[in-house]
């Protein structure tokens, strides 16, 4: 089992809808959850950080973290074509440290 | 300015050769990682240093030699590349280890 799990995509979403993309995770001892966006032949971007359970919002991204599922989402409103990127989530350990990256989802957002 | 730099860009190399990329970051940062992004965009952490100091240190082949020679930069030297070798090397700065990463622009290692 993968210790961050993600569906590649590619997602393709009209403009204007709401994009789900979500993560899964097998370590129990997870503290903290990330998402990043990476363009194509760009490095990786901070988009939301997650420490809690339930809702976080910043503008048009809500991240939802639930802990006894093992799972992270992130919600894009109102989904823009420059949005299309591939969204990597990222969860640290609190044993390790490490920040473990999923292989990321593919998104796509079509006029 | 550019808050995380990484040169060179690009690499193109043949099989055997030695290699280095250099990493420097003026964000105040103390803590500096190498991660490894294939061509299936598996992004894989493999060093990672705290103040100059080697905490993190994933199962990577003793080719790669990561060196931190202050806590604003951290290099990488490869040795007999491979043809495996070839990826995205990217740099990456944290306030602590739990902080969040800045990553730099990437550099891109082809093998031949």
């Known amino acids: 089992q993968k210790e961050v799990e993600q569906n590649s995509g590619p997602l393709s979403v009209p403009e204007g809808a709401i994009a789900s993309l979500n993560c899964t995770y097998s370590d129990r001892g997870s503290q903290s959850f990330f998402w990043y966006r990476q363009y194509s032949g760009k490095s990786p971007e901070l988009i939301m950080f997650?420490?809690?359970?339930g809702d976080k919002e910043d503008g048009r991204f809500t991240a939802q973290l639930n802990k006894a599922s093992q799972y992270v989402s992130l919600l894009i409103r109102d989904s823009q074509p420059s949005d299309s990127a591939t969204y990597l989530c990222?969860?640290?350990?609190?044993?390790?440290?490490?920040?473990?990256f999923g292989t990321g989802t593919r998104l796509q957002v079509f006029p | 300015d550019t808050a995380v730099s990484q040169t060179p860009k690009y690499l193109v190399t043949q099989m055997g050769n030695d290699k280095s990329i250099k990493c420097e970051q003026n964000l105040g940062h103390d803590t500096m990682y190498w991660y490894k992004q294939d061509s299936k965009k598996f992004l894989k952490i493999m060093f990672s240093?705290?103040?100059?100091?080697?905490?993190i240190n994933e199962t990577v082949p003793n080719r790669f030699s990561p060196k931190s020679p202050d806590k604003a930069h951290l290099n990488l030297h490869i040795n007999s590349l491979e043809l495996g070798d070839s990826a995205v090397y990217f740099c990456?700065?944290?306030?602590?280890?739990?902080?969040?990463?800045?990553f730099g622009e990437g550099s891109r290692l082809t093998v031949l």
């Open positions: 990222a969860v640290r350990s609190y044993n390790t440290d490490k920040l473990i």
């Open positions: 990456a700065s944290s306030q602590g280890s739990r902080g969040e990463l800045f």
């Open positions: 240093y705290n103040n100059k100091e080697l905490i």
């Open positions: 997650i420490y809690s359970n």
